[in-house]
């Protein structure tokens, strides 16, 4: 069904494989539709509620497709990033959390595809940056905006404006990726922290991330009036029941996303 993306299911996981080794994964105008067409058909599938992002090769994305781009008008370009910010945006706003697994280069719309992720365990192989203005352009699929959410606004700017690549270790300490792992490690640390988050309340996760989310950049009276409201779906369900009753009778919760 997808020509540039492959996807199996695994206990409960959706594993997402950018498969174009032969260009580094770099993302073109296919990728990125057929890519918004995978997550959204993953929104709705009841029998997947984590999702690991990682790409074939030696790279997670080495970029967005220069070659594609060298002869893109400005009308045909903005089309092109309004196709990233579709699938970045969704992907941050769809309820199943998102683990990136990066195995490699994740530079330019990479980078930007780890960013809109929820969280980002990286290979020590990993490379991470923004070298978009190399090339006389600057980031167009979000990165001006989470990366200096997720790193701090000094060191997003340094990053971007000097087109810098980090490494693995670089990249943890300035808060870019969560965790950074052996190469051959990669998808198995993946694996063991979607399961981590599948044992809990999918409805619970759903809310919690939405909130955290949404509320990021609010003032905290509204985020808080925002919690209240997310706080209330949970509270009303089947799962709220079977956990807490769970926890009174000291056994181990058996959810079932209802």
Do not use: C, W, Y
């Given at each position: 069904m997808y020509e540039t993306i492959y996807y199996q299911k695994?206990?409960?996981?959706?594993?997402?494989?950018?498969?174009?080794?032969?260009?580094?994964?770099?993302?073109?105008?296919?990728?990125?539709?057929?890519?918004?067409?995978?997550?959204?058909?993953?929104?709705?599938?009841?029998?997947?509620g984590v999702v690991i992002l990682t790409g074939e090769g030696k790279a997670f994305v080495a970029g967005a497709d220069i070659a594609a781009m060298h002869g893109m008008n400005a009308k045909e370009g903005r089309e092109m990033m309004q196709a990233g910010h579709r699938l970045m945006n969704y992907m941050e706003e769809m309820e199943k959390p998102i683990i990136a697994a990066v195995n490699g280069f994740a530079l330019g719309g990479g980078c930007e595809l780890a960013l809109a992720s929820d969280f980002r365990i990286a290979s020590e192989k990993a490379k991470f940056g923004q070298p978009e203005v190399n090339l006389g352009i600057i980031p167009g699929f979000g990165g001006t905006q989470r990366l200096p959410r997720l790193v701090g606004k000094a060191i997003g700017k340094k990053l971007i404006m000097t087109g810098e690549t980090i490494g693995a270790e670089r990249a943890l300490s300035i808060g870019l990726c969560e965790e950074v792992v052996?190469?051959?490690?990669?998808?198995?640390?993946?694996?063991l922290l979607a399961q981590k988050i599948l044992e809990k309340a999918p409805l619970a996760i759903g809310a919690a991330k939405t909130a955290i989310n949404r509320g990021f950049d609010l003032d905290m009276i509204s985020a808080s009036a925002l919690e209240i409201e997310a706080f209330t779906g949970p509270f009303s369900s089947e799962d709220k029941k079977e956990g807490m009753g769970a926890f009174l009778e000291k056994r181990k919760a058996a959810f079932k996303g209802i």
């Open positions: 695994k206990d409960g996981i959706g594993i997402v494989t950018i498969n174009r080794p032969e260009a580094m994964n770099a993302l073109n105008l296919q990728v990125l539709e057929e890519m918004l067409a995978l997550f959204q058909e993953i929104a709705n599938d009841s029998e997947v052996a190469h051959e490690e990669l998808m198995r640390k993946a694996e």
